[in-house]
C-alpha cells in the first residue's frame, strides 16, 4: 500500500486547507486511514482518522470542531478539510494507513501546512 498526502500550503489564521491522502495498491481490506502532525521541536500527534468499515472517526481535541476527516473509496482518497485554521496548527501532516486497529502500518510523505499572517 502506497500513499501520497497533498494540499498544504501557506495560509492566514482563520483560513481554510483541505489536505488529501491517495492510497494505492491493496487498499480494500485496510482498517482505518489516520492523519497525524508534526510541528517543528514538537512529537508526532495523532490529528485524526476514519474507519473503512462504518466511517466512525476520531479527532483529537485540539482540532475538534475545526477539521473534518472523510474518504472517497471510489477514488481511493482520503481527505482532511481544515477551517478556522490557527497558527499552532502549523506543522508537517502526514497521512497512515491501518490494516487493524491500534496500529499504522503504512505511512505517506509528509505535507508541510504553515499558518501564518
Known amino acids: 500500500v502506497q500513499l501520497q498526502a497533498s494540499g498544504g500550503g501557506l495560509v492566514q489564521p482563520g483560513e481554510s486547507l483541505r489536505l488529501s491522502c491517495a492510497t494505492s495498491?491493496?487498499?480494500?481490506?485496510?482498517?482505518?486511514i489516520g492523519w497525524y502532525r508534526q510541528a517543528p521541536g514538537k512529537g508526532r500527534e495523532e490529528v485524526s482518522c476514519?474507519?473503512?468499515?462504518?466511517?466512525?472517526?476520531y479527532y483529537a481535541d485540539s482540532v475538534k470542531g475545526r477539521f473534518t476527516v472523510s474518504r472517497d473509496n471510489a477514488k481511493n482518497t482520503a481527505y482532511l478539510q481544515m477551517n478556522s485554521l490557527k497558527p499552532e496548527d502549523t506543522a508537517v501532516y502526514y497521512c497512515?494507513?491501518?490494516?487493524?486497529?491500534?496500529?499504522?502500518?503504512?505511512w505517506g510523505q509528509g505535507t508541510l501546512v504553515t499558518v501564518s499572517s
Open positions: 476514519i474507519v473503512s468499515s462504518d466511517g466512525s472517526t
Open positions: 495498491g491493496f487498499t480494500s481490506d485496510l482498517y482505518a
Open positions: 497512515a494507513a491501518a490494516k487493524n486497529p491500534g496500529k499504522y502500518d503504512y
